[in-house]
Structure formats: structure tokens, C-alpha cells
């Protein structure tokens, strides 16, 4: 029997990692499961955000479905930007990391983290929910070209190099997304 989850997010890139990283699942956009809505992101934390949107796309298509919220937290920005780091400038991914090293200039303190938390409700109302964080530092200047976000800034501790400068599976491989992926694996 086919195992069928649908991704609760309108992000090409995040849908991209949920297939790669869950290759026992068949994992549909929410556009493909009919869910063409917007879930507002209400939460105060990643994993409030992350159960309202698998909650309501899970309502909506009567399948199980997958949301995650994440972000970036710098130490020196006391978190920032955080639960925020999609919006963060009220533009797109390049007014972000802008805003990011612009907010970071003359700071020491470099040390960052990406936080991830995974929601998974079902029909019957149960939920799953899992949590994964990697860490390194805020570059000076972005380098490679590879993912989305903040990717060309972060230098990740486990890879020895810019999210920017991985490929897809060495990310995916110690991304927060990644982790928490494979810890709601193991809950299912």
C-alpha cells in the first residue's frame, strides 16, 4: 500500500528535501492533494507554526500531512532572526541575508544555528512532531550558489563549508530539516 503524505507548503525548495529525504513516501504538494490556501503562521515558536499548517492541510484534504517551520538564530541577534527568518526583511531571500549581515556588521559573535520543527497530523486527530538543529557560523560574504535562504551564509561546523558550496544530498545529510526528518522517521 502506498504511504501518502502531503507537504503542507507552497516552497518548491522545502517539498524538494521532504521527497529526497523521505523516499518510502509518497509526498504530494498541497496543491496536488487540492489544498491551494494559505496558513497563517500564528505560532511564537517553529513548532506552533509547524502543527497549525499540518493541522489545517490535514483538515482540508482529509490525508496526513507534513508541515515544518524553521529558521535561522543567531547567537549575537539574541535568536534573530528566528521564527521571522522567511519575512525577515519583508522581501525575498536576497533582501534577507542583506538585512542579516547588515544587523551582523561589527559583531564578533558569528556563532548560528538552523532550527527545524516537523509536524506530521493525521485525520484522526493524533500528531507527530520532531525537532533538528545544526550549527556553525555566519559568514562575512555569501559563498556558492547551491540551495535557497540563508544557505550562502551559513557556514555549516559538520561539512566544513557554506550550505551555498554543498550539494543537495551533503545537506540534506546534517541539515536541521534533515534531522528532523529522519527523527519523525523513527516516531512513525
Known amino acids: 500500500m502506498e504511504k501518502i503524505i502531503v507537504a503542507a507548503t507552497g516552497n518548491a525548495h ?4 521532504f521527497r529526497e529525504i523521505l523516499k518510502g513516501y509518497s509526498v504530494l504538494s498541497q496543491k496536488e492533494a487540492g489544498f491551494c490556501g494559505e ?4 505560532g ?14 490535514c483538515k482540508a484534504t482529509g490525508c496526513p500531512a507534513l508541515a515544518d517551520d524553521s529558521g535561522l ?3 549575537a541577534l539574541d535568536g534573530a532572526p ?33 532550527a527545524c520543527a516537523i509536524a ?12 533538528g538543529r545544526t550549527y556553525g557560523e555566519i559568514l562575512f560574504e555569501e559563498r556558492g550558489v547551491n540551495g535557497f535562504g540563508y544557505d550562502s551564509l551559513f557556514f555549516s561546523e559538520d561539512l566544513k563549508k557554506s550550505f551555498g558550496e554543498a550539494t543537495d ?6 541539515s536541521h530539516r534533515g534531522r528532523a526528518l529522519r527523527e519523525l522517521e523513527k516516531k512513525i
Do not use: M, Q
Open 82 to 114: 528566528g521564527v521571522y527568518s522567511a519575512r525577515y526583511s519583508g522581501g525575498g531571500d536576497k533582501e534577507n541575508r542583506e538585512l542579516l549581515l547588515k544587523n551582523l556588521a561589527g559583531k564578533e559573535n558569528r556563532r548560528a544555528y538552523f
Open 39 to 42: 496558513v497563517e503562521e500564528t
Open 44 to 57: 511564537a515558536t517553529f513548532a506552533e507554526n509547524a502543527e497549525l499548517k499540518a493541522r489545517a492541510v
Open 120 to 131: 506530521l497530523a493525521f485525520p484522526n486527530g493524533s500528531l507527530i512532531t520532531a525537532e
Open 169 to 174: 544530498e551533503e545537506k540534506n545529510s546534517v
Open 14 to 17: 522545502k517539498l524538494k528535501e
Open 73 to 75: 538564530c543567531t547567537e
